[in-house]
T-cell receptor
Framework: NAGVTQTPKFRVLKTGQSMTLLCAQDMNHEYMYWYRQDPGMGLRLIHYSVGEGTTAKGEVPDGYNVSRLKKQNFLLGLESAAPSQTSVYFC????????????FGDGTRLSIL | AQKITQTQPGMFVQEKEAVTLDCTYDTSDQSYGLFWYKQPSSGEMIFLIYQGSYDEQNATEGRYSLNFQKARKSANLVISASQLGDSAMYFCARPLASGANNLFFGTGTRLTVIP
């Protein structure tokens, strides 16, 4: 049971470089989310998707882009990485039912030098 | 306005004792839910328990239960018979808006279980 899989698990970038984080889920969930977690803070929503081909901004969307070309995949892109984007990134998925929990990947630790 | 408040940055509990982790929320919505997640030192987010605002009884899941007080807008997590494996960060979360799936997380409480 894979659930939600994030790749890569760790990455170090230089300021100005770009990269894409991949999230894949095998639970046929409609909704997918990208969060970031910084020390001393809870998770903050970056972008989310309510279905294939749709995306929307969350609480902290600046500097990130997302795409959901297939239902099972949700990509998070950093076009020009900045040190302020050093964080742990979590992907999650859920069904449409509001009383069902979000299922999380194991996270990606990203450092921007 | 703060949507979720967890006022205890850190808590200690003796093994086999019960502990309550506080969570208060800010909403004018009539319908909403509250979630609790556990994050051990390994980093993954583990769903523990859910409480719906219209649920008449407090939610329970094994050793986890919610002390849900709607009038006080609090949904405190109670862990009974604490185990060493309960040492972790605990996050309370609620939907950003009524009917929404997006969650707003509190800043968390670090629980340490003492042998």
């Amino acid at each position: 049971n894979a659930g939600v899989t994030q790749t890569p698990k760790f990455r170090v970038l230089k300021t100005g470089q770009s990269m894409t984080l991949l999230c894949a889920q095998d639970m046929n969930h409609e909704y997918m989310y990208w969060y970031r977690q910084d020390p001393g803070m809870g998770l903050r929503l970056i972008h989310y998707s309510v279905g294939e081909g749709t995306t929307a901004k969350g609480e902290v969307p600046d500097g990130y882009n997302v795409s959901r070309l297939k239902k099972q995949n949700f990509l998070l892109g950093l076009e020009s990485a900045a040190p302020s984007q050093t964080s742990v990134y979590f992907c999650a998925s859920s069904s449409w039912a509001i009383n069902q929990p979000q299922h999380f990947g194991d996270g990606t630790r990203l450092s921007i030098l | 306005a703060q949507k979720i408040t967890q006022t205890q940055p850190g808590m200690f509990v003796q093994e086999k004792e019960a502990v309550t982790l506080d969570c208060t929320y800010d909403t004018s919505d009539q319908s909403y839910g509250l979630f609790w997640y556990k994050q051990p030192s390994s980093g993954e987010m583990i769903f523990l328990i859910y409480q719906g605002s219209y649920d008449e009884q407090n939610a329970t899941e094994g050793r986890y239960s919610l002390n849900f007080q709607k009038a006080r807008k609090s949904a405190n997590l109670v862990i009974s018979a604490s185990q060493l494996g309960d040492s972790a960060m605990y996050f309370c979360a609620r939907p950003l808006a009524s009917g929404a799936n997006n969650l707003f997380f509190g800043t968390g409480t670090r629980l340490t279980v003492i042998p």
